[in-house]
């Protein structure tokens, strides 16, 4: 027992060699580094520093704190890089005002001081720092990187001199995130007067940083490919990773010849941005066969750092591994305002003293930057044993220029302008000017006013040019033009996540030129204008995943409105009521075919009903062509009675990413009498249609058919609604 003792401590005290690992850039291809630490682990060959660029910075910083390359490939193959590599936050965590906004509009440019605000880069890097956060917790005090487990640095750009900049102190997912921000296309991170940019700008491959840490063996991996051809330059990833592949083309092979052991794994013909999961998987894996290509040397590696005498295989050094539930002393919210303070207390739903998971820290994050009202949340557990949570707030400009754009074959082109006009984003006022230029156009002014109990109060006004042709059982019956006028008063709840609370007041105005039949084109019924005094609630619940290709979720909504000419009464005698109701939920049935039926209706109640609060069905979109009008596939524009029911059901099969294939089948029961429904007028119809997810919004084309057209239709149509 003795001379074993004796035997470790021997080879304990042995000095040998320091070893410093050195990890290029290249974006995704940076994934490989996990493949190839894998497989350096199984050999023993250790590492007392470490150096990386840009996603060798990520690798490398989280390998340094303790991560072994069994946890950063798990960590790396759970990652939804789609969301990570974007500021998208889910929708169920967005209010509905911002959902709205969101899924309007093409272009939103912030407005400061009268000038729009063009952001730095394409993506602000929110979601990927606040991971990065997750994962370094107990690393989140300002700190020397060479007091981590292993001694690390990375390297970025500044471009304010353009110079390389060795970050080798602070706090550690800042460094990482600094190192990884490609010009262009990441933010970048503005510290100590540098603006910091993607380090593969100056140094993709920082061996001599390893080498001033003091390593006397380095190992380096360089997983950039190629200069590519003119096929692969259509993106500004590709440009970008080929600017990096020019500037260090010729440094790497002579870094390459200074190593003990240099590995490049055969990357092709994958890319920076190749971060599909089953890109992620190969990549990985091209970098573990690369390593194991190369076993003799990475063996004669080992035996150089210890020699040809037996060694004890030294433990990785573990750091202070992030837990999944840890308990705060205080929560703090910084770059908010006082008076806010209280309400963002709630939505994160994080008091002091709890138990706090970091999902639960996640959500907390995503409910605040959901509102709209930042540009970033971020997080920090700062202090001792029982840290302070610290969310840390920028604030973002409340006024705003936003541009829509849609194309179909009914109305052509239209063009949705608005802009918006507040001092902050979750109280005070807001004047909002919206217009549609189209063949229908139309102009809402609002102005609401916030408080700190969650309501939002409004008074708008609207004008609405209409031109509108009439069908009777598929035949156009006529056509009507009018200008209409509406004045509301109302109060919402605005902060609701996924409900939608309204009740108000409004006038509406009808300005009828003529009603033209197309049975005798010489007939025409002139409508005497005339005014709608009603009171409305509405209440909607929406838990779509997307709104346009929604995978999960359901859609609940109910309206109710007391019409009145007088404001208690129409026509001298008692108002009537409208009632509508809407119903569809998502089935999943496989990844991809989803099942979405629904049930809508709408019912008149009252002797005497206005004329222009008619049902009408057609379409496929709620609101289409009127108000009221509810969709039913097959027809355009068709009254129906005072009562309408309809049953829909949709079978959705997505092809590839963002393809999509749709069957449709619907039908509609019609009566004087909603209690007679079950006995009134019934029509089917449906739909075959086409559609694919652009990058301006939904492309897609439908042919329909229904018993009272008898023949089919075709519709078009490129762009979001509005």
Not at 32 to 42: D, I, M
Not at 166 to 173: E, F, T
Not at 239 to 259: A, C, H, M, P, T
Not at 503 to 527: I, K, M, N, Q
Request: with cysteine; proline share 4%; net charge neutral.
């Amino acid at each position: 027992m003795l001379l074993l003792s004796l035997m470790f401590s021997d080879v304990a005290g042995r000095e040998r060699k320091r070893v410093g690992l050195v990890l290029s850039g290249g974006g995704a291809k940076g994934l490989a580094h996990v493949g190839v630490l894998k497989v350096l682990e199984e050999a023993g060959i250790p590492v007392d520093c470490i150096a990386g660029t840009s996603m060798g910075a990520i690798v490398g910083g989280l390998y340094a704190i303790g991560y072994d390359a069994a946890s950063l490939d798990s960590i790396v193959r759970g990652q939804d890089w789609t969301y990570l590599l974007g500021d998208k936050v889910y929708r169920h965590d967005i209010p509905f005002p911002e959902k709205e906004m969101m899924e309007k509009y093409l272009i939103s440019a912030p407005v400061w001081k009268r000038t729009i605000q063009v952001p730095p880069g394409f993506v602000s890097g929110q979601n990927i720092y606040n991971l990065f956060m997750e994962l370094t917790i107990g690393y989140h005090d300002s700190t020397r990187f060479d007091r981590l487990p292993v001694p690390f640095a990375c390297v970025a750009s500044n471009l304010v001199d353009g110079k390389e900049v060795v970050l080798d102190r602070g706090v550690l997912a800042l460094a990482m995130r600094a190192s990884m921000a490609m010009p262009g296309v990441f933010s970048p991170v503005v510290r100590d007067g540098m603006v910091l940019v993607d380090g593969g700008v100056s140094n993709n491959f920082p061996v001599d940083v390893a080498r001033a840490m003091g390593a006397e063996v380095l190992v380096g991996i360089n997983v950039q490919s190629g200069l590519r051809d003119e096929a692969g330059l259509e993106s500004v990833v590709g440009i970008v990773d080929q600017i990096i592949s020019f500037l260090g083309s010729r440094e790497y092979d002579e870094k390459g010849l200074s190593l003990a052991l240099y590995l490049h794994p055969e990357l092709s013909p994958y890319s920076a941005a190749s971060f599909s999961r089953e890109a992620v998987a190969a990549i990985i894996d091209r970098g573990e066969q690369a390593a194991r290509e190369q076993w003799d040397e990475i063996m004669a590696l080992k035996r150089e750092i210890w020699g040809d005498e037996p060694h004890v295989a030294t433990a990785r050094p573990r750091g202070r591994m992030a837990r999944d539930t840890f308990q705060v002393n205080r929560v703090i919210f910084e770059g908010c305002d006082e008076r806010d303070e209280r309400w963002l207390r709630s939505i994160a739903g994080v008091r002091r003293g709890e138990q706090v998971t970091r999902e639960g820290i996640r959500r907390a994050i995503a409910r605040l930057y959901g509102t709209g009202a930042f540009a970033r949340v971020d997080f920090k557990l700062s202090g001792g044993p029982l840290p302070d949570l610290v969310f840390q707030m920028e604030g973002k400009p409340a006024s705003s220029l936003n541009v829509g754009f849609r194309f179909d074959s009914e109305e052509l082109a239209a063009v949705l302008l608005n802009t918006t006009l507040a001092h902050e984003r979750l109280r005070g006022s807001r004047l909002s000017l919206t217009s549609r230029l189209s063949m229908n156009p139309y102009m809402l002014l609002d102005y609401s006013l916030g408080n700190t109990f969650l309501h939002r109060f409004h008074l708008s006004y609207a004008f609405k040019y209409n031109e509108l042709s009439f069908y009777d059982r598929g035949v156009r019956s006529g056509n009507v033009s009018f200008r209409y006028h509406r004045v509301e008063l109302g109060m919402s709840n605005l902060f609701f996540k996924n409900v939608n609370l309204r009740a108000g007041a409004r006038y509406e105005y009808f300005h009828y030129t003529a009603v033209l039949h197309a049975g005798d084109p010489a007939e025409s019924v002139l409508v005497r204008p005339g005014g709608i005094f009603s009171y409305y609630l509405q209440a909607r619940l929406e838990t779509f995943d997307k709104r346009y290709y929604p995978t999960r979720g359901l859609v609940l909504q109910a309206n109710y409105a007391l019409c009145t000419d007088n404001l208690y009464a129409y026509d001298g005698g008692a108002p009537f009521s409208t009632i509508d109701f809407f119903y569809e939920p998502v089935i999943s049935l496989t990844r991809r075919v989803k099942l979405i039926p629904a049930l809508y209706g709408r019912v008149l109640i009252g002797n005497a009903v206005a004329p222009p609060m008619t049902n009408y069905a057609g379409g496929t979109i709620v609101g289409r062509y009127l108000p009221q009008q509810l969709p039913f596939a097959g027809a355009r524009l068709e009254a129906v009675d005072e009562a309408m029911l309809v049953t829909r059901l949709q079978l959705r099969y997505r092809v590839g990413s963002k393809h999509y294939l749709s069957l449709v089948g619907n039908c509609l029961v019609q009566d004087d009498s909603f209690f007679d429904l079950p006995g009134g007028d019934a029509v089917v119809g449906g739909l075959l249609g086409y559609s694919y997810d652009s990058i301006i919004g939904p492309l897609g084309v439908e042919i329909d058919y229904s018993g009272w057209t008898k023949k089919p239709g075709i519709y078009f149509n490129i762009g979001y609604y509005f």
